[in-house]
C-alpha cells in the first residue's frame, strides 16, 4: 500500500508514524516552573541527536488546539530540564504522569516518585529512575501552535551503580531493563531481547559486491 500523507487528517497521520517507528525511548521529564512547583510528564517523541555538544530532543505535542504543555512552558521560561528514563519498575509511575492532572496535583505526588534536587539545574530528577540526564535548553523550536520540539545540552549524568563500569565508563544498557513505546495506547517494549550484530569494516566486505566507488 501506498499513502499520501497529504490526504490524510492528524490522527490518522499520528496513528500511522507510532505504529511504525517503534520501539521509541521514552523521556520522563521533570522541570520547574516559575513558582517553583515540580511537573513531570513522559514522552516518546525523544532520542539522541548529537555527540558533541551531547543533545537530546524531545518533541512535546499538545493534544489540544493551541495549548501549550506545562513541560514546554516550564522550559521555555527556566531554559532546564531533566531527561530520567524510564525502567519496567517505574512504568506505573511513568504511566501516572501522563494523566492530565490539574496544576494543583504534583505528579511526584501522584505517582508516588521521589523529586531529588539537580547538581547543575534547578529542575528536580526523579530518584527511582536508573539513569537521569540534567539538561539546558539549546533551542526550542515551534512547529505548529502548541508543538515544540525542544533540543537541550547534557550537563551532568546520574547513573544507578550497578549500570556503568566507572573506569571504563561503559554503561552496561543490557542491566538497566528500560522500556520503549510501542503502539497504540498502552503497549510498550522490553529492552531485554537483544540481538548482537557487530559492525562491518569496508575491508571486511571488499570484493562481495557490496561496496562500490
Not at 551532568?156 to 495506547?185: N, P, T, W
Amino acid at each position: 500500500m501506498e499513502i499520501d500523507y497529504a490526504a490524510l487528517s492528524p490522527r490518522e497521520r499520528y496513528k500511522l508514524m507510532v505504529g511504525s517507528l517503534v520501539p521509541r525511548p521514552i523521556a520522563l521529564v521533570s522541570t520547574w516552573d516559575l513558582d517553583g512547583l515540580p511537573n513531570a510528564a513522559p514522552f516518546s517523541f525523544f532520542n539522541a541527536v548529537s555527540d558533541d555538544p551531547p543533545a537530546i530532543a524531545i518533541g512535546v505535542n499538545s493534544g489540544i488546539p493551541g495549548h501549550v504543555k506545562d513541560t514546554a512552558r516550564n522550559i521555555r521560561a527556566t531554559g532546564e530540564f531533566i531527561v530520567n528514563l524510564v525502567d519496567e519498575p517505574l512504568a506505573e509511575a511513568m504511566n501516572i504522569c501522563g494523566v492530565d492532572l490539574p496544576p494543583e496535583i504534583s505528579e511526584f505526588e501522584a505517582a508516588g516518585i521521589t523529586p531529588v534536587p539537580g547538581v547543575k539545574v534547578r529542575a528536580p530528577r526523579v530518584k527511582e529512575s536508573p539513569i537521569s540526564f540534567e539538561c539546558r535548553r539549546i533551542v526550542n523550536v515551534e512547529i505548529g501552535v502548541g508543538r515544540n520540539v525542544i533540543i537541550g545540552e547534557i550537563v551532568f549524568l546520574h547513573i544507578r551503580d550497578d549500570l556503568i563500569d566507572a573506569e571504563k565508563l561503559h554503561v552496561r544498557a543490557d542491566r538497566s531493563g528500560l522500556i520503549g513505546r510501542m503502539h497504540g495506547l498502552g503497549w510498550y517494549a522490553r529492552t531485554t531481547d537483544l540481538l548482537e550484530m557487530p559492525r562491518l569494516s569496508p575491508d571486511a566486505i571488499a570484493g562481495k559486491g557490496k561496496v562500490s566507488g
